[in-house]
């Protein structure tokens, strides 16, 4: 065997880690815009999964979402918060949160949904994220809320929640 195929044979032997991107969008309100997706409960951020097998970052993946899901293709602002997510049934997720900006009416407006995955959308209040969202994923929007609004830097997370 190689250098070359010995690289291959370690680099498949690694354990798979998935990577996930997407974006909160406010409106003037301070209201955060979810998304109700069509193939599990619950409310989502626009975003979804970053395909690394085609080069694309987290940050290009969370626009590339937003803009298929929502119609708004938006540069996005800061990352607001990673989070290291546990799986049952699948490899570890590796969440990221970005800072989609505030919509006026106009954008509010456009925002058209990408029917084959997505039922509605909504704004919801600060205070409502966790009543929305699951798990993990209300935790970590609530804390990347808290982050945008504090002007504090990003926030590492463990299933949500900041670690000990």
Do not use: C, F
């Not at 097998?53 to 540069?75: F, M, T, V």
């Not at 590796?94 to 084959?116: F, I, K, N, P, T």
């Not at 600060?126 to 504090?152: K, W």
């Amino acid at each position: 065997m190689t250098t070359t195929d010995d690289y291959a044979a370690y680099i498949a032997s690694l354990p798979k880690v998935l990577a996930g991107a997407a974006a909160l969008y406010r409106d003037t309100e301070g209201r955060v815009l979810l998304v109700e997706p069509n193939y599990r409960e619950g409310w989502a951020l626009p975003g979804g999964t970053v395909e690394s097998d085609r080069g694309e970052s987290p940050r290009s993946a969370a626009r590339r979402e937003s803009a298929e899901e929502i119609g708004l293709d938006l540069p996005l602002g800061r990352l607001l918060a990673v989070d290291w997510v546990l799986g049952t049934g699948r490899p570890p997720l590796v969440a990221y949160v970005y800072d989609g900006g505030v919509l006026d009416a106009e954008q509010l407006a456009s925002v058209r949904l990408q029917e084959e995955e997505l039922l509605s959308w909504r704004l919801v209040g600060p205070a409502e994220l966790i009543d929305h969202l699951p798990g993990a994923l209300g935790l970590r929007t609530a804390e990347a809320y808290r982050v945008l609004r504090s002007g504090e830097g990003t926030a590492e997370l463990e299933n949500g929640r900041r670690p000990q």
